[in-house]
């Protein structure tokens, strides 16, 4: 990929080289400012997880330096981040974890003894991609923010932070609902409308009556009890989860035998005997499937309806022989090829349905074809395999005349299925045979593209290449066992 790619596809990224910000994320605060006018009579900021400095940039241009130079001496903007960052004029930055209450009053005293008009924050956790956790510690991380705002900010301030619209944010919102009187979700045009990410604004603070501020957060404490136990009135706010029942008793995760053990102060239970439901559902929407699946009338799927062809090779496994290295081709029925936009059509003239990818002509890309992933996966599932939460394209070289690119794309080591087997019974026209079930093992099941076709006799000094079957769809059943 170029250097200049992102800057082709990003125009944020670029703008924010081409001004001088450190993040793209500039243009965000810069934005929020422009609908809510959040800078407006603003003297003392705090910048909570500041770094790399792009919001605290914003603030020493439109706070600080917006001001002339004599009131400047007023201004107090202070940044606080775990990790360090390089300096900025106007901003005082402050190293140290916003979930510590020493952190609240180290800034109170950079303020000498006021509080701050404005706190922000544009923290994010690590994602992990599981979408549930990072939601939550996101929740967490702006909990905390509003936690040492509560400290530090002066009433009627302003308060702005970065959430992620999960689906239970509706609680966050409430929660800021009380120390707030007005609470905006908005999204910044330079946002990516990709991205769950969005800014709560929250005006006009001022404390619940009876409120005290503290960092405690019980969902983090060891003795959650205690401390639970410990807060009172508006302080007792946060929704807890609770698990509730006997945790020593049954498990709904666990597998368990049938001969059923006793709990102690259990009487000794029966054994084991089979009983119907007590009332079953009178009319359920499956009633019509359960029939016709007694009587052998439930149609099912049909590999021959999902596949154009199946050739499994001739070889036979010797007898003291585990694994043969036989494979069996399936090509994908689709009106399009695997990673081309073409149409496949085995019988159509010789270079007649060929996309430019087909022909390695530079600069074009392989475009994955959904179908064929579903496909694959419908296959892996007929054949009682294993699919595995990532597989993984990779390129294998090959230097034919009827492969272009030089290589084939395939699934060498990342297979879309893995572990299947699938079983027949093998007749015979003798009399005397008896029908048995055999069963046939399948390491791996892999997407790949085919090459084109070599053509060698329409011509007697050379050969011809037919780019039709080029990047046509197969799936490749690997080491068949028999």
């Not at 062809?309 to 069996?328: C, I, L, M, N, Y």
């Amino acid at each position: 990929m170029g250097k200049t790619s992102k800057d082709k596809r990003d125009i944020y990224y670029r703008l924010a080289k081409e001004e001088g910000w450190r993040a793209r994320s500039a243009f965000k605060l810069m934005q929020i400012d422009e609908e809510f006018n959040i800078f407006e009579g603003v003297c003392r900021v705090v910048d909570l997880c500041a770094a790399p400095g792009s919001w605290s940039q914003v603030l020493s241009k439109k706070v600080y330096f917006a001001k002339d130079e004599d009131k400047r001496k007023d201004i107090r903007i202070v940044a606080v981040d775990l990790q360090p960052m390089s300096p900025l004029p106007g901003v005082i930055q402050l190293q140290g974890d916003i979930t510590e209450v020493s952190t609240a009053e180290k800034i109170i005293s950079y303020f000498e003894g006021l509080k701050a008009d404005l706190v922000v924050c544009d923290g994010a956790p690590d994602v992990t991609g599981l979408h549930a956790l990072d939601e939550y510690m996101q929740s967490q991380l702006v909990l905390a923010a509003l936690n040492i705002a509560t400290f530090v900010l002066k009433e009627t301030g302003t308060f702005v932070a970065k959430v992620f619209r999960a689906r239970d944010i509706t609680l966050l919102y409430a929660q800021l609902k009380i120390f707030f009187k007005e609470v905006y979700c908005v999204k910044p045009r330079s946002s990516r409308q990709s991205s769950c990410e969005a800014f709560v604004v929250c005006k006009e603070f001022g404390l619940p009556e009876g409120y005290t501020p503290t960092m405690k957060n019980p969902m983090l404490c060891p003795d959650y009890d205690e401390e639970i136990n410990s807060l009172s009135g508006p302080n007792r706010l946060l929704v807890p989860f609770l698990a509730c029942g006997d945790l020593s008793g049954w498990d709904s995760d666990r597998t368990y035998e049938l001969e059923l053990p006793s709990f102690s102060g259990e009487a000794e239970r029966e054994r084991y005997e089979y009983r119907p439901v007590v009332q079953p559902p009178t009319e359920p929407a499956y009633k019509k499937a359960c029939i016709l699946k007694k009587t052998g009338k439930l149609a099912k799927p049909e590999v021959e309806d999902l596949f154009m062809k199946f050739d499994v090779s001739d070889r036979k496994a010797e007898p003291d022989e585990k694994k043969s290295d036989s494979a069996g081709n399936l090509g994908i029925g689709d009106e399009t090829k695997l990673f081309s936009p073409a149409a496949f059509d085995n019988y159509a003239h010789a270079n007649s349905s060929v996309a430019l990818f087909d022909m390695a002509m530079p600069g074009t890309l392989p475009v994955l074809n959904k179908t064929a992933v579903l496909k694959g996966i419908t296959t892996g599932l007929l054949l009682n395999c294993t699919i595995p939460e990532r597989c993984q394209f990779v390129r294998k070289h090959y230097f034919y005349a009827d492969m272009p690119a030089g290589y084939q794309i395939t699934q060498q080591n990342n297979p879309i299925a893995h572990s299947g087997f699938f079983e027949f019974y093998v007749h015979s026209s003798d009399e005397l045979f008896v029908p048995y079930k055999k069963r046939v093992d399948i390491v791996r099941i892999q997407l790949e593209h085919d090459s084109g076709r070599s053509i060698h006799d329409l011509s007697n000094n050379r050969s011809l290449v037919d780019l039709n079957r080029a990047e046509f769809s197969k799936i490749i059943l690997q080491e068949l066992d028999y």
